[in-house]
T-cell receptor, first 114, second 115 residues
Framework: NAGVTQTPKFQVLKTGQSMTLQCAQDMNHEYMSWYRQDPGMGLRLIHYSVGAGITDQGEVPNGYNVSRSTTEDFPLRLLSAAPSQTSVYFC?????????????FGPGTRLTVT | KNQVEQSPQSLIILEGKNCTLQCNYTVSPFSNLRWYKQDTGRGPVSLTI?????NTKSNGRYTATLDADTKQSSLHITASQLSDSASYIC??????????????FGGGTRLMVKP
């Protein structure tokens, strides 16, 4: 299994540009989520999905869209990039094991918005 | 507000020494507490997961403790190695979380092990 994969690894955008961060998992996990990690702060949940066709907002959803058309893929779209969205983005998938959710994180995408 | 506070923010130790990282939380109702290791440029990797009924859990040279009464946890690293240099993140999960994604993350402790 490749686990959770993310592309690209690095990206530089100009303010106002749009782009999609890709996330895929091959573990058949129902739950997937997107986080952003900023210096000195804990990871913050952007959006999550409990299964194909179902998505919901997390703590910091503004400026981001998601969709979940398949179990495997959970892309994150930046509609109009802003410098405040400069961050490292992590995708994670979760499975229920022993009554609790185990999360597996991707390697991250480092995004800079100028 | 649910919070997870970690200390120290950063720590430097010599190879072979032990160290203890602290985590205090105010998350309620509490379900479980996790410790993750995050190497530079990588995603977090789970080290331990403890429910409120578990006081301690080990994973090799890593031992996590939990005091659900005082809402404190610690991660003890024994006989540190250079490869232990990483950020260690404490994460607390809310009870009755159907989505499995309502986690509160601490800011992490950055550990550097020097030869």
């Amino acid at each position: 299994n490749a686990g959770v994969t993310q592309t690209p690894k690095f990206q530089v955008l100009k303010t106002g540009q749009s782009m999609t961060l890709q996330c895929a998992q091959d573990m058949n996990h129902e739950y997937m989520s997107w986080y952003r990690q900023d210096p000195g702060m804990g990871l913050r949940l952007i959006h999550y999905s409990v299964g194909a066709g179902i998505t919901d907002q997390g703590e910091v959803p503004n400026g981001y869209n998601v969709s979940r058309s398949t179990t495997e893929d959970f892309p994150l779209r930046l509609l109009s990039a802003a410098p405040s969205q400069t961050s490292v983005y992590f995708c994670a998938s979760s499975r229920l094991a022993g009554g609790r959710y185990e999360q597996y994180f991707g390697p991250g995408t480092r995004l800079t918005v100028t | 507000k649910n919070q997870v506070e970690q200390s120290p923010q950063s720590l430097i130790i010599l190879e072979g020494k032990n160290c203890t990282l602290q985590c205090n939380y105010t998350v309620s109702p509490f379900s479980n507490l996790r410790w993750y290791k995050q190497d530079t440029g990588r995603g977090p990797v789970s080290l331990t997961i403890m429910t409120f009924s578990e006081n301690t859990k080990s994973n090799g040279r890593y031992t996590a403790t939990l005091d659900a009464d005082t809402k404190q946890s610690s991660l003890h690293i024994t006989a540190s190695q250079l490869s232990d240099s990483a950020s260690y993140i404490c994460v607390v999960s809310l009870m009755n979380n159907n989505a499995g994604n309502m986690l509160t993350f601490g800011g992490g402790t950055r550990l550097m092990v020097k030869p």
